[in-house]
């Protein structure tokens, strides 16, 4: 297997062994990206000299006996992520050549703990979609078929690991920009509870949803991430003091007695081969001890109307700070969706309106938060598809924003709840892949990373990638 | 034609911003002692407002708002957050400023001045934000005060001449001083005033005027009766010919010595206020305000009132003595060190008269000093009886004088009588001594 | 018939967009759509449910009055394309 293609777990054990070098490791990522990415765009830079120079240090401390959690693995950040003296452009002409002066806090941390970033990924432009189209420097391709959407906004994080640029990519997932993409692309993706990992120095979306997570092959690839990049951090006041638990440790622990729901709403009206695929998964699950429970979330059908009132709102806010003058380009370079989120933001908000749409979708936001708080007095976790329709061709949606906005509906509802959810693979459709996703209630990421671990093994399609091993 | 207004009467609501002398800024860990720094030397990604920054609550800064709002009457509601309000301006790195809408720290009080009282609507928290200089064609933007933690004060419409206004500022100048929570020194800009103006022609009705005029950049107090008076004066023109001043913000102008309008956008800035999603509210217990409550000074009104009292001092002097806290302390720690032996009086005088340098010189000290200065010498009586006789012998005008009734002559005699003696004696014995001979 | 009004011109100036003459017909168009699928919440009944503005139930969170090192003025300054003798510079404002 080409070393490119390892799990964070074998590479750990591989470098651990001697059997190669960090180094070695580094450069099958960046040989991949220098073979795959013009086809792909899923890099926006590649940090090739730095990135052999920390390699090169990792090796060090690895012949040193220095036991970091990520020393020496290749990673890659959304270009999103504040990343001290390299290039950060949220994918836009705005920022097109911003040089942040700080890291954000999870890059601090993933740096801490000797993880080597390859390059900045490509992304739809500000987080703003459901496809990985709406990017200033071209689209993100899927590398499962290339005439597909990835997935998006993280999509090039979830390209740059399904195929082999990096064994790990971060993320953020506000509407189900994590959670999508890495069912589209045969990956697991982690949105944890609001607040588990610093929003500080990620340039922000919409501050009351933005979730920081990531991409992984694997599932236990995954928990091992989030032990490095979970916690309080002063710079964040909206992250809680929760203690963070070794999420590693229940992994292995199986499923047997676990009640899981069912929300009857999140199989209305999704596509036949979806619903096969999900009612072959649910199966699996029945299969692995757990007992499937059919429960209601009345308010579903709301969720893509709040989202879409509190997050441009926010949004509009957000990307006020914009005007040119201390960084970046004037605002007539945003790009049409940055645009319109704006304006419907700046709509909602004004004088006359705010009563009728934010302060409204504020009340209804309580209410599914309810809605979960209600199914986890019955459930443990629930589990839903993560996609409505199977990934769509690149062109398909774009120019019907609306129809767009519609592909988050099974995942919004988790953000506005501030819960955590993991994305995991479930099959493919006509070769295209397809996943499921858990949510749990807060800071229930343990369970959720031992339900989609024991699932992952039992599946095994994160045996499958999309190019020869 | 013009009409002579006779029943109008002015309207005036006061907004002070105070800036706090916390060490660090509002949500961030930057210097708050901008004056006189190089530009942009106190800045960071949070107070400018980089991609991805996050603002963090400063405790000791709530506190001190809270406690201004204490001092002012105001109740303090147990649960208060942050709010944005959003507008375009180059020194508002963020595009939107972090302040306090709808659930403000400290809401409904009033102060007491020369017996009026006058109602404060709210005091709450908020962030100041870069500074604007112009040269030539450009405006230049420093951000080393984008960030510092301001305190907005805002009366009810309760004023309706320049002078109260004045004594308004003085007043809480004098209070946030004692609370140690800001300088407010009004030419560094650490307390700002922006009064609303407007005049109603109709003094017995209660409907306020459908407009009303805020002014800005007074900057030092020199200005504020000046350019209230100015305004008053230039919008009662305006009705005069039957006409109603233009709602809009206008400015002080130094050298045209009155406002000007400033060409802002015509419509009116909608704020888009709503909820900082940053930031988690503030909740407090009545115990926490009780314990804030406690740590308050003795204010100036309660210190003026018990100095007149225990110290048996005019209101004229106890107002001097209280102005300044420093000094207020200074005059009791000396009241102390006196033991009895100089009374409240005479020290009162002594610090305001002589107009010592409370730094240079100690309460004890000074004591020691009045002490000196009262001691008289000792004189042998029959020494002084026979200077007393000699003077009175010489000066026979003297004792004409005064069988004439011109009991002053005295001052004159008792003059005489220490210049000869050239010593510090006891004056009241020489006047004794005089009166004797004189019968 | 939808019958909801949206001043784009407005908007975009509040939101301080410049915005092309050929693209607010379209915004137009496409808010109006976004809007009209958003009415869908006048049918919620939320009469005494309150607002949610946080999801963390988090309160009292705030910093001691500690200072921290400040970013140089050349850090301040690397990433503006007008500045002056350290300061940022923009086109003069025309009122105070």
Redesign the interface.
């Known amino acids: 297997m080409k070393l490119n293609n390892l799990t964070i777990k074998k590479a750990m054990q591989g470098l651990k062994d001697r059997q190669y070098s960090s180094v070695e490791l580094v450069t099958a990522c960046l040989d991949q990206i220098r073979m795959r990415n013009q086809n792909l765009n899923a890099f926006i830079t590649v940090c090739e000299d730095k990135a052999l120079e920390q390699a090169k240090q990792a090796d060090v401390l690895i012949k040193d006996g220095q036991d970091l959690p990520l020393l020496g693995i290749p990673i890659a950040a959304k270009d ?3 990343t001290k003296g390299v290039k ?1 452009t ?1 994918a836009s002409k705005v ?1 097109d ?6 890291d ?1 806090t999870v890059i601090s941390k993933l740096k801490n703990a000797g993880a080597v970033i390859v390059g900045k990924t490509n992304l739809d432009a500000w987080a703003h979609g459901s496809s990985g189209e709406n990017s200033d420097f071209g689209a993100v391709k899927n590398p499962w078929n290339e005439e597909y959407v990835p997935g998006g906004s993280s999509s090039g994080s979830a390209v740059s690991v399904t195929s082999g640029m990096a064994l790990a990519a971060t993320g953020t997932d506000t509407g189900g920009s994590i959670r999508l993409p890495a069912s589209f692309t045969n990956i697991v993706g982690l949105k944890p509870t ?2 588990r990992v610093s ?6 979306m919409a ?2 949803l933005d979730c920081v997570g990531h991409f992984t092959k694997t599932v236990e690839d995954s928990a091992l991430f989030l032990n490095v990049t979970a916690g309080k951090d ?5 992250t ?1 003091p929760e203690i963070v638990p070794d999420y590693l440790k229940s992994l292995p622990n199986g499923i047997n007695g676990l009640r899981i729901g069912v929300p009857k709403e999140y199989i209305e009206g999704i596509e036949p081969e979806i619903f096969n695929n999900f009612k072959s998964s649910l199966k699996i699950l029945g299969k692995l001890g757990a007992e499937i429970i059919n429960i209601s979330l009345p ?1 579903t ?2 969720g ?3 989202y ?2 509190i997050q441009p ?2 949004v ?2 957000n ?10 380009n ?3 370079s ?1 790009g ?1 969706e940055a ?2 989120r ?3 933001g ?2 909602t ?3 006359g309106y ?1 009563d009728a ?11 599914i ?1 309810q809605d979960f708080e209600n199914a986890y007095k019955k459930v443990d976790a629930i589990v839903s598809p993560v996609s409505p329709t199977v990934v769509w061709k690149i062109g398909e949606k774009v120019n019907d ?2 129809k767009m ?1 519609l592909s988050d509906v099974l995942t919004v509802n988790c953000n ?3 819960i955590p959810g993991l994305s995991v693979p479930s099959g493919f459709i006509q070769g295209l892949p397809v996943g499921i996703q858990f949510l749990g209630p807060k800071f229930s990421e343990e369970l959720l990373f031992r339900i989609g671990h024991t699932f992952e093994q039992e599946t095994r399609f994160f045996e499958k990638t999309p190019y020869e091993l | 034609m013009k009409k002579r207004l006779m029943n109008y009467k002015v309207i005036i609501g006061l907004e002070v911003h105070v800036e706090l002398k916390t060490q660090s800024k509002m949500f961030c860990g930057c210097l708050t002692d901008y004056f006189g720094q190089k530009p942009n030397s106190h800045t960071c ?1 949070v107070c ?10 400063n405790q000791q800064a709530i506190e001190w708002c809270v406690q201004i709002g204490l001092a002012l009457n105001c109740q303090i509601p147990l649960f208060a957050k942050f709010d ?1 309000k ?1 507008y ?1 301006y ?1 020194d508002l ?4 400023q972090i302040s306090q809408y709808d659930e403000p720290f400290c809401l409904g009080g009033h102060i007491q001045i020369k017996g009026k009282k006058f109602g404060i609507t709210r005091v709450h928290m908020e962030e100041d934000t870069g500074k604007l200089t112009h040269e030539g064609g450009s405006s230049l ?1 420093d ?1 080393n005060r984008s960030g510092v933690p301001l305190v907005e004060i805002v009366t009810e419409p309760d004023f309706d001449n320049a002078k109260d206004v004045k004594a308004y500022l003085q007043k809480l100048q004098q209070i946030v001083r004692y609370l140690g929570v800001s300088d407010a020194d009004m030419e560094k800009g650490q307390m700002r005033l922006e009064p609303n103006i407007s005049i109603t022609l109709n003094s017995n009705s209660k409907i306020l005027p459908k407009y009303k005029v805020e002014v800005k950049n007074i900057n030092s107090f020199g200005f504020v009766e000046k350019a209230i008076d100015f305004e008053i004066k230039r919008q009662l023109e305006i009705l005069e010919k039957g006409d109603t001043p233009k709602q809009e913000t206008r400015g002080w102008d130094e050298e045209k010595n009155g406002t000007v309008s400033q060409r802002v956008k015509e419509e009116a800035n ?1 704020y ?1 206020y ?1 909820p900082e ?4 509210p503030i909740r407090w217990t009545a115990k926490q305000i009780e314990i804030l409550k406690s740590q308050i000074p003795e204010l100036p009104d309660e210190k003026l009132t018990r100095f007149e009292k225990e110290f048996s001092l005019s209101m004229y002097d106890a107002e001097i003595l209280v102005k300044d806290d420093q000094q207020a302390n200074y005059f009791e720690q000396a009241v102390k060190d006196a033991s009895g032996k100089v009374t409240p009086k005479q020290i009162a005088n002594y610090i305001i008269n002589k107009k010592i340098s409370i730094d240079e010189i100690l309460p004890a000290k000074l004591i020691e000093d009045i002490l000196t200065a009262n001691k008289t010498e000792e004189i042998n009586i029959n020494e002084l009886r026979a200077i007393v006789q000699k003077v009175l012998q010489d000066n026979p005008k003297v004792t004409a004088e005064f069988k004439n009734g011109k009991e002053n002559v005295i001052q004159f005699a008792i003059g005489q009588v220490m210049y000869i003696i050239k010593k510090k004696i006891d004056v009241n014995i020489v006047r004794k001594l005089i009166l004797e001979e004189l019968k | 018939m939808y019958s909801m009004k ?1 001043d ?1 011109l407005h ?2 100036k ?6 092309k003459d050929d ?1 607010i017909q379209k ?1 137009e168009e ?2 109006l ?3 009209e ?2 009415e ?3 049918k ?1 009944n ?1 009469d005494k ?8 139930n ?1 309160e009292n ?3 001691e009055d500690s200072t921290a090192p400040s ?1 140089s003025p050349d ?2 300054l ?5 500045q002056q003798n350290g300061s ?1 510079k ?1 086109k003069a404002i025309l009122e105070q």
């Open positions: 999103i992520f504040s950060t949220a920022l050549s911003y040089i942040p002066p700080y954000a609001y607040g929003r500080y120095g990620i340039i922000a501050s009351s002063s710079f964040d006041a909206t809680p308010n059908e709301y893509i109307a709040v879409y009132i709102a926010e509009s806010s990307l006020a700070r914009f005007d040119g003058i201390r960084y970046g004037d605002r007539a945003f049409n645009k319109r704006i304006m419907l700046t709509f908000l004004s004088v705010y749409y934010y302060k409204k979708a504020m009340k209804v936001r309580t209410l938060i924003p609306l906005y506005l709840a501030g | 990604p400018l407002g980089l991609p991805g920054a996050l603002p963090v609550p944005r959003n375009f180059p790195s963020k595009g939107y933007i951000f909608d888009r709503f999603p940053d930031i988690p | 949206i784009v908007i975009a509040l939101a301080s967009l410049p915005l693209q915004y496409q808010l759509e976004i809007l699928y958003i869908k919440l006048k919620v939320t449910v309150h607002e949610t503005s946080q999801v963390t988090l969170v705030t910093r970013l850090q301040a690397t990433n503006t394309k007008s940022f923009v």
